[in-house]
């Protein structure tokens, strides 16, 4: 595994609620919660919609407003579906002023 920037974290602020990022030929979405950077993959396993045009952040859960998937953001479990898969999750750093990802 190696770890990647995607952004820095000025960057990150502005980017709210989601920042895109694409590291190593992987598309993710970062958000902050409770002052801790996660990472998820980009897009919803149930049907693919983006979650930076098509999802909310509420109560440490992603809903994706495509068909009301909703997962937790720290595991990636599915807490309703229709999607029956969990969201691939990433390790965050912070080094200096970027936000990294381990892939």
């Not at 952004?7 to 502005?14: H, M, Q």
């Not at 609620?17 to 190593?24: D, I, N």
């Not at 407003?65 to 912070?94: K, M, Q, W």
Request: with cysteine; hydrophobic share 40%.
């Amino acid at each position: 595994m190696t770890w990647h920037p995607v952004g820095t974290l000025e960057d990150a602020e502005r980017a709210r609620p989601w920042l895109e990022a694409r590291a190593a030929g992987t598309d993710l979405v970062l958000a902050q919660l409770d002052g801790t950077w996660l990472a998820v993959q980009a897009r919803c396993t149930h049907a693919g919609c983006p979650f930076a045009e098509e999802a909310t952040i509420e109560d440490a859960r992603i809903v994706c407003n495509c068909h009301g998937s909703e997962f937790d953001l720290r595991s990636g479990e599915v807490e309703r579906g229709p999607a029956e898969y969990p969201l691939r999750t990433y390790p965050v750093r912070i080094a200096g002023d970027q936000l990294e990802v381990e892939l």
